[in-house]
């Protein structure tokens, strides 16, 4: 069983970068066909997929956040992270991390959510 644990602050000032860690345990992410993707949901909003690592390493992006994000991994501790840099207020969400195999969006184990709020 797969499980996925997103870490990192919750309040974030604008402009600067917010860092989010995911710990997958349960399986590898070099696994070959995963996808390990960060999705946030705003307020009030549906979900939005930022952006995900393969199990290659290759890295994909929405392009509306492809010049703000970044996504990298720690195959030694089985975790993937996401940059997002000059946050705004806009970037408040709950930001997720999720799984997905064989295709980028088809996803099958998702965190629990972090809430990270964009804010002086």
């Known amino acids: 069983q797969v499980q996925l644990q997103e870490s990192g602050p919750g309040l974030v000032k604008p402009s600067q970068t917010l860092f989010l860690t995911c710990t997958a345990s349960g399986g590898s992410i070099t696994t070959n066909t995963y996808y390990w993707s960060w999705v946030r949901q705003p307020p009030g909003k549906g979900l939005e997929w930022m952006g995900a690592i393969a199990y290659s390493g290759l890295t994909y992006y929405r392009p509306s956040l492809k010049s703000r994000t970044s996504i990298s991994r720690d195959t030694s501790k089985n975790q993937f992270t996401l940059q997002l840099s000059s946050v705004t207020p806009e970037d408040t969400a709950v930001y997720y991390c999720?799984?997905?195999?064989?295709?980028?969006?088809?996803?099958?184990?998702w965190g629990q959510g972090t809430q990270v709020t964009v804010s002086s």
């Open positions: 999720a799984r997905a195999q064989g295709r980028i969006h088809r996803f099958d184990y």
